[in-house]
């Protein structure tokens, strides 16, 4: 079922390739997405569209981050090997798969229980093993923070208090904010009180929403 051709490396270095003209410099972040196999995470049909830099349809109407989307955000993120990372929307699962590959501690949180359920399918598939919950990103995983890095792959109308909690002193969030369109945000906790804010442009994601579905 899940089979990486040299038709798809070959679509995927076309996409690092891509991902690099557009400004993506880290390299740890363009290998690990040259490793991991961005069509395994759609419905079959999609698959020659797997590599082109497109939001694409998943299941519950949500979509899989564009690949420069996903690279921006991760590029920011600035993961380091062993960090624990919060992630909010877990979706198709592809951004998390990412971050295993930059060989993060990744704690992943998505509120459709179909979503949550496939995306499980495909991190086998890979062997890889973040760790997975359905729930209402909102509230965070407070028996398992602090986190050094929180990533949110939704539009998040404010800043998430209860997240930024969760944080390490010292530790970043990477944000969408807005309705409608979405300014991209870096936040650095400085103190239990105080925040460092950098912004980073427009960007389009689907909202975040509260509350769980089993559909
Ligand atoms: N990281 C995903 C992006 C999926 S789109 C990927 O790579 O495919 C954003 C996801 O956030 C959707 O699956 C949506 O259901 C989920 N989401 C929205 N609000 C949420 C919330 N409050 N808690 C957890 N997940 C949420």
Redesign the pocket.
């Known amino acids: 079922m899940f089979v990486d051709s040299f038709k798809h490396k070959g679509m995927r270095r076309l996409m690092i390739e891509h991902l690099r003209s557009k400004g993506i410099s880290d390299q740890r972040v363009l290998d690990a997405m040259n490793n991991v196999p961005r069509h395994f995470?759609l419905d079959s049909s999609l698959d020659t569209l797997a590599y082109e830099d497109k939001a694409l349809e998943?299941l519950?109407k949500?979509?899989?981050?564009q690949p420069s989307t996903?690279a921006f955000q991760t590029q920011l993120l600035d993961v380091s090997p062993f960090e624990k990372v919060l992630?909010?929307?877990?979706?198709?699962?592809?951004?998390?798969s990412v971050l295993c590959f930059l060989k993060a501690r990744v704690y992943t949180?998505?509120?459709?229980k179909p979503?949550h359920n496939s995306a499980q399918m495909v991190f086998d598939a890979l062997k890889i093993r973040p760790k997975c919950f359905f729930?209402?990103?909102?509230l965070g995983l407070p028996a398992f923070a602090p986190f050094d890095k929180v990533l949110i792959?939704?539009a998040a109308p404010s800043l998430p208090k209860e997240l930024v909690k969760q944080m390490k002193i010292g530790g970043v969030m990477v944000v969408p904010i807005g309705e409608g369109t979405q300014t991209m945000y870096r936040i650095k906790k400085l103190s239990e009180t105080e925040i460092d804010v950098q912004s980073y442009g427009e960007f389009k994601?689907?909202?975040?929403?509260?509350?769980r579905?089993f559909y």
């Not at 949500?62 to 981050?65: A, H, M």
């Not at 949180?109 to 459709?112: N, V």
């Open positions: 995470f998943i519950c949500q979509t899989i981050s996903v992630e909010i929307g877990t979706g198709s699962g592809y951004q998390t949180i998505e509120r459709f979503l729930g209402d990103g909102y792959t939704c994601f689907v909202p975040m929403l509260k509350e579905k």
